[in-house]
């Protein structure tokens, strides 16, 4: 077995191991409710991806829990849209 020729000083072990470290997760938001997810993962929140119902969350759920996250999910998406939905001139004269 070989040996090393020299010792490695705690600056170069220090260099090489500056590479060594825990990356935080790329997160983004789901477009259905809002909260982080991963890319290209269901929503563990709501159960959608691209679009779609792909996990039952509600059918898992206890009453009194899925009666919150039935509401919240409702508010959220009334809040989303209120956003998206451009004024009219109606309604932009009665606003001022």
Request: proline share 5%; glycine share 4%.
């Amino acid at each position: 077995m070989t040996v090393p020729k020299s010792r490695h000083t705690k600056s170069k072990r220090d260099r090489r191991r500056a590479h060594i470290y825990l990356k935080s997760p790329v997160l983004s938001n789901c477009p259905k409710c809002g909260k982080p997810i991963l890319a290209h993962r269901a929503c563990k929140y709501c159960g959608y991806y691209k679009g779609e119902e792909i996990i039952n969350v509600l059918g898992k759920l206890e009453a009194k829990e899925k009666k919150k996250r039935e509401k919240e999910m409702k508010s959220r998406e009334q809040a989303t849209k209120e956003k998206a939905k451009p004024l009219s001139l109606k309604e932009l004269s009665q606003k001022s």
